[in-house]
Nanobody, 114 residues
Framework: QVQLVESGGGLVQPGGSLRLSCAASGSISGFYVMGWYRQAPGKQRVLVAT???????KYVDSVKGRFTISRDNVKNTMSLQMNSLKPEDTAVYYC????????WGQGTQVTVSS
């Protein structure tokens, strides 16, 4: 059973940057896709970005050009670099990974506010 632990959330002003990390308790090389979801207060959890085992990335339109997802199969980590943050990016961010089953982290809060 692989555990995923997110870190790097916090409070940032609009226009600022944060880097979220997701550390796995085991190897991530077997995950054919990993990604980040977010859930704003009172809203459903939505997909933000994904990265395949081969490095192909996809982003929701609202974060394209601002967010960058990456994974390190040696360090067993995944990251989300978030730049030019907006108040509407405020949410709890969850990392997820899929092999024959899907794993989730516990989430990390990101608040964008002046």
């Amino acid at each position: 059973q692989v555990q995923l632990v997110e870190s790097g959330g916090g409070l940032v002003q609009p226009g600022g940057s944060l880097r979220l990390s997701c550390a796995a308790s085991g190897s991530i090389s077997g995950f054919y896709v990993m990604g980040w979801y977010r859930q704003a207060p009172g809203k459903q959890r939505v997909l933000v970005a994904t990265i395949s085992s081969g490095g192909t990335t996809k982003y929701v339109d609202s974060v394209k050009g601002r967010f960058t997802i990456s994974r390190d199969n040696v360090k067993n980590t995944m990251s989300l670099q978030m730049n030019s943050l907006k108040p509407e990016d405020t949410a709890v961010y969850y990392c997820t990974a899929a092999s024959y089953q899907q794993y989730w982290g516990q989430g990390t809060q990101v608040t964008v506010s002046s």
